[in-house]
């Protein structure tokens, strides 16, 4: 009988404590993503910020998170309403959300 106490009381453990944890924030369907062409130069913090080196696409698939600029969510389905701030990780420029970044709600990085 103290084996299923026991068992009962961690499955209702578990449950309490899974009710106050926030979820994750999905994109929602009036989100927009983007990626940095390729071939464009991830050293040069100009040609990271300049938006026409960026393109739209379906989602935010393919960066892992570190270190170079690879794609970003928006709530704006045009470039031109986007400023986009580089910031120097050491050798190569990557995105970031907020600050000087306008109209970027989460970067993508990758290796």
Known sequence: MKKY???LFAVILAIGF???TKPTKKASSTDFFYAINSGVD???ETA???TSNWTSVLDE???GAST???KFRSDQSSLSN???DAVSTGTFYAVTAGGSSVNILQAY???
């Open 5 to 7: 106490l026991l068992g």
């Open 18 to 20: 899974s009710a106050f």
């Open 42 to 44: 991830l050293t040069d």
């Open 48 to 50: 990271v910020e300049n």
């Open 61 to 63: 698939t393919g960066c």
């Open 68 to 70: 170079k600029a690879c």
């Open 82 to 84: 986007i400023t986009i």
């Open 109 to 111: 990085n990758k290796n």
